[in-house]
């Protein structure tokens, strides 16, 4: 699932090609992924793209004023195409949702792979009214996320640490992999309740959220929005990564699997060597 760092390079990377292009056409291949009527997707077409911006995990093209606002989830992408077949794709059950076709012969395909649908695609005149965009926390790469934002938000919520920083009304762009990576990071259990952090745990955590973030950013910049997956990949250390072992101590990687997902870590790093429960089997057993 694209998080913060790999929205931020497709950010990038549509800045470089689609801004100044002119929307030439946009074709709906899923009618299920565009969550907005008014003003229709149609309305798009001659519209100069003017700016590229990211909320959270949600990227927003500005088309003269207009607003394509596309959340991933996640199993979605976007496929650029330096030329894009013309002929209007055929509807069905395939991966595409929408193609945007440029003046230029390019364009680009906003894709989810299986049957999980939940790519979402609007066209608002202002990002805030998505409803996902205006609930977003703060942004963990803006001057407001301080060490003493981070301890405000922990203290205030009931809830495992995992569940913090993956809100997103919380912290906006952190999800799955990179919250596992950054508990990783400064050895701390997923499921250590938010508020029990001491002042010394919640500058680490904050460091571990803002240097892993970055590191992310730096390494999928410039990539194109194919090689954005593998590179995102191959630079976790825990995430993903079950049965091999832990670069830092050589433990396996654990996992703990609920209904539709499942999270990773080291017992060794972050456990004091006790594995977790597996909620599921738990469950299962009961
Ligand atoms: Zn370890």
Redesign the pocket.
Same mark, same amino acid.
């Given at each position: 699932m694209p998080e913060l760092p790999e929205v931020e390079a497709l950010v990038s990377f549509l800045r470089e090609h689609a801004v100044g292009r002119v929307v030439a056409r946009v074709d709906v291949a899923g009618i299920e992924v565009l969550k907005t009527y008014d003003p229709p997707v149609t309305a798009l077409a001659g519209l100069e793209i003017t700016g590229v911006a990211r909320h959270g995990k949600f990227l927003d093209l500005d088309v003269s004023g207009l607003h394509l606002v596309v959340h991933l989830a996640r199993a979605g992408w976007l496929r650029w195409s330096p030329a894009l077949a013309p002929a209007p794709p055929r509807p069905g059950k395939g991966p595409l949702g929408l193609r945007v076709h440029l003046d230029d012969g390019s364009g680009f395909d906003l894709t989810e792979a299986g049957t999980r649908k939940r790519l979402s695609v609007y066209v608002v005149r202002d990002p805030s009214e998505v409803p996902g965009v205006a609930r977003l926390g703060v942004d963990p790469l803006s001057a407001e996320f301080t060490v003493d934002t981070l301890a405000g938000l922990l203290a205030e919520e009931r809830g495992q640490v995992k569940g913090v920083l993956t809100n997103q009304s919380l912290i906006a762009g952190l999800g799955n992999a990179y919250s596992d990576e950054v508990l990783?990071e400064v050895g701390l259990s997923p499921f250590k309740p938010a508020r029990n952090l001491g002042r010394e745990d919640v500058e680490r955590l904050h460091a571990a959220i803002v240097d892993t973030l970055r590191g992310a950013v730096q390494r999928a910049q410039g990539l194109a929005a194919k090689d954005l997956k593998s590179e995102k990949k191959s630079g976790l250390n825990v995430h993903g990564r079950t049965g091999l072992p =832990?670069p830092? !101590?050589?433990?396996t990687v654990r996992e703990v699997s609920f209904a539709d997902k499942s999270l990773q870590y =080291?017992a060794? !790093?972050?456990t004091g060597g006790q594995p977790l429960a597996d909620r599921r089997l738990s469950r299962l057993l009961k």
């Open positions: 990783w =832990c830092r !101590c050589g433990d =080291c060794t !790093c972050q």
